[in-house]
């Protein structure tokens, strides 16, 4: 029997539209903290239907992100659409495009994998602390260089210095998001800021990376919500994901002043730190 109540698909709604654009993972937060709460939350993290829910909220994160960025989505898609191939709209949509195909092609062919994954604290404890030493590697790297690259130097997205096959590699590097624990944001961002980009134009960029790719996500899987098995929880899952939009629309606003002057480095502290824990809770 399929069950959701309203509270737990609101503080999952609240949850997931916090954590999603945090490089701290969704998902890792999302299976992880019901599991430790344990009793109805824990089950419902091994539920099958687990992942639609995650998925349906996932769709609300993505309405959260046109609403904010809908405006740069217009102007390239105009720039596309009448061919204005110097203007800097239609590059930055080629290197969006770029970084979301080899994604979306790994999710397609081998999502029945990632989805025999999900739902397991075991493994999400392990891919967390790995999300966290990758932040903090990144930090340190970037530490190495002027002060600029941290600044919010820019008010606009420049990424000239970017390439289609490095943004061919930002998209294969955020396959490794499809394990519960790793985040698809931190890595987009990682890499971006290994590449020279200011913390700024890297969090910009990947706020427009996660759109198509959040989207697309959904609406692969949103069918499977409207089967005759999953209605009884409709009702919680429309609340959950209310409330997921407006959480992802307030954490896109103290992304946006975190970028300015942030770090990584307490976000690496709090994933390794959790995930560890989280490693010996659920394997003791």
Same mark, same amino acid.
């Given at each position: 029997? %399929?069950?959701?109540?309203?509270?737990?698909?609101?503080?999952?709604?609240?949850?997931?539209?916090?954590? *999603?654009?945090?490089?701290?993972?969704?998902?890792? +937060? %999302?299976?992880?903290?019901?599991?430790?709460?344990?009793?109805?939350?824990?089950?419902?993290? +091994?539920?099958?239907?687990?992942? *639609?829910?995650?998925?349906?909220? +996932?769709?609300?994160?993505?309405?959260?992100?046109?609403?904010?960025? =809908?405006?740069?989505?217009?102007?390239?898609?105009?720039?596309?659409?009448?061919? &204005? /191939?110097?203007?800097?709209?239609? &590059?930055?949509?080629?290197?969006?495009?770029?970084?979301?195909?080899?994604?979306?092609? $790994?999710?397609?062919?081998?999502?029945?994998?990632?989805?025999?994954?999900?739902?397991?604290?075991?493994?999400?404890?392990?891919?967390?602390?790995?999300?966290?030493?990758?932040?903090?590697?990144?930090?340190?790297?970037?530490?190495?260089?002027?002060?600029?690259?941290?600044?919010?130097?820019?008010? /606009?997205?420049?990424?000239?210095?970017?390439?289609?096959?490095?943004?061919?590699?930002? #998209?294969?590097?955020?396959?490794? !998001?499809?394990? @519960?624990?790793?985040?698809?944001?931190?890595?987009?961002? #990682?890499?971006?800021?290994?590449?020279?980009?200011?913390? !700024? %134009?890297?969090?910009?960029?990947?706020?427009?990376?996660?759109?198509?790719?959040?989207?697309?996500? !959904?609406?692969?899987?949103? @069918? *499977?919500?409207?089967? @005759? *098995?999953?209605?009884?929880?409709?009702?919680?899952?429309?609340?959950?994901?209310?409330?997921?939009?407006?959480?992802?629309?307030?954490? $896109?606003?103290?992304?946006?002043?975190?970028?300015?002057?942030?770090?990584?480095?307490?976000?690496?502290?709090?994933? !390794?730190?959790? =995930? $560890?824990?989280?490693?010996?809770?659920?394997?003791?």
């Amino acid at each position: 029997m %399929t069950h959701i109540s309203y509270l737990q698909a609101i503080l999952i709604g609240m949850l997931q539209g916090a954590s *999603e654009l945090f490089p701290i993972s969704s998902l890792g +937060h %999302t299976i992880l903290l019901p599991a430790w709460v344990g009793g109805e939350w824990e089950k419902l993290v +091994h539920e099958d239907y687990y992942l *639609e829910i995650a998925v349906a909220l +996932h769709l609300a994160t993505a309405i959260s992100l046109f609403i904010v960025f =809908g405006k740069k989505w217009i102007q390239m898609l105009d720039a596309f659409f009448h061919m &204005r /191939t110097k203007d800097p709209d239609f &590059r930055l949509l080629m290197l969006v495009l770029a970084a979301t195909i080899p994604t979306a092609a $790994i999710g397609l062919v081998f999502g029945d994998y990632f989805e025999g994954i999900f739902g397991s604290p075991k493994m999400s404890s392990i891919f967390l602390t790995m999300n966290g030493l990758i932040l903090f590697l990144v930090a340190v790297h970037v530490s190495k260089r002027k002060s600029h690259v941290w600044a919010a130097d820019s008010s /606009t997205l420049e990424i000239k210095a970017i390439t289609i096959f490095q943004a061919l590699g930002i #998209g294969v590097a955020q396959c490794a !998001a499809f394990f @519960p624990g790793i985040s698809r944001f931190g890595i987009t961002l #990682g890499f971006t800021l290994i590449l020279g980009v200011s913390l !700024a %134009t890297a969090t910009d960029f990947a706020f427009l990376l996660a759109f198509p790719l959040i989207l697309g996500a !959904a609406i692969y899987k949103l @069918p *499977e919500l409207f089967t @005759p *098995e999953l209605s009884a929880i409709r009702g919680p899952i429309i609340v959950g994901s209310i409330v997921s939009l407006f959480s992802t629309l307030i954490a $896109i606003f103290l992304l946006k002043k975190w970028s300015r002057s942030g770090s990584l480095k307490p976000f690496a502290f709090y994933c !390794a730190a959790f =995930g $560890i824990l989280s490693f010996i809770r659920f394997w003791a």
